[in-house]
């Protein structure tokens, strides 16, 4: 398949007659269900992981199972809540999460079809969390900012009856297919196993082949990951692509250099190219582990977003880009490619701050390695 930007990009005005305009070709793809839009929440963690599970499912039994994405996310507000009135306000509290949330949440509360859980309310369409996370917030706020008394025994219930109220009541039975399951027998009909994926990134400042606590505000539950060489850690995604594997993507998306419009996310070798690599193919920056690092350490790479990586397309001239799905939704006014990102490997290099995979997906080098 061949995708080319010349006609969008002569509306915008941005091409010279010199200029190579991409050109994709399809390398390759794994089989996923299609873009969908997370609204108005800040849940792409759920959203990114559902996906990355869909396609696993896929993998596994060849079945085609619309996730429910808001089933982790209602079983998992509960342990953010606790997380931050235990510790007495000291840490964070906000829609934010990793992969690794959703795979605890597999593990302990099994999976659940959209059919059976959709986390909307009466005759809501879209997902909506802005008075959620306020009336939230301002509860676990509440419960913390008491000096003096003790905490109230009230505030799990509490708790729970709020998230009842906004994204509906936890499944403990439902039907698929015709069959009865219960949140954990579904989950074992998926043949998804949570003790199969782990986590892994590449920063230098850590010792490799080993797991550590990546302190970013969205790691509340201290979720580790394994540290393994830059290069080896491109390696891990080129493996577990041309195995059959998928990955969940956790990265920076704050660049300029990052478009959904026009698709595309790139580091260009001169900042002067940054407007122009959005629709020519552009020189980009070498990126070393030492200047990785030192863009993580000075809050130039953050933990933004988390997406699905689902294949790899080429331009022209053969440079590869790493095909990502996003939760955006489809509106061509608003996202092109259908809503996946074409992404060099100088910005996954950057910018990725870890992926998940089952660790079937590593090659036997990096299993070994890492004594799995």
Known sequence: MKITYTG???????????????????VTNIECLPVISQDRTGTCWSYSTSSFLESEIIR???KHIDLSEMYQVRTTYPKKAANYIMRQGKAQFSEGG?????????????????SAYTGLTENEKIHNHAELVAVLEA?????VDNPGKQLSTKWKAAVNNVLDAYLGEIPTEFKFDGKSYTPSGFRDMTKIKAENYVTITSFANQKNYLPFVLNIPDNFSNGSMYNVPLEEFIAVIDNALESG????LDADVSEPTFSAKYGVAFIPENDADAKTGLAEIITEKKITPEFRLQE??????????????????????GN???KVKNSWGTDEKRVSNGG???MSVPYMKLKAISVLVHKDGLNKKTKKNLNL
Request: hydrophobic share 45%.
């Open 60 to 62: 596994l039994t060849g």
């Open 98 to 114: 990793l992969n690794h949330d959703v795979i605890n949440s597999v593990a302990e509360y099994g999976l659940v079809p959209l």
């Open 340 to 342: 996946y990102i074409y």
């Open 245 to 248: 594997f998928s990955l969940a």
């Open 8 to 26: 969008i990009l002569l509306a915008f005005g941005m091409v010279s007659l010199n200029a190579q305009n991409y050109e994709f070709q399809e």
């Open 139 to 143: 509860m676990v706020k509440t419960y």
């Open 296 to 317: 993580f350490e000075n809050f130039n790479t953050t933990d933004d977003h988390l997406m699905h990586i689902v294949g790899k397309v080429k331009d022209q001239k």
């Open 320 to 322: 590869i880009y790493y």
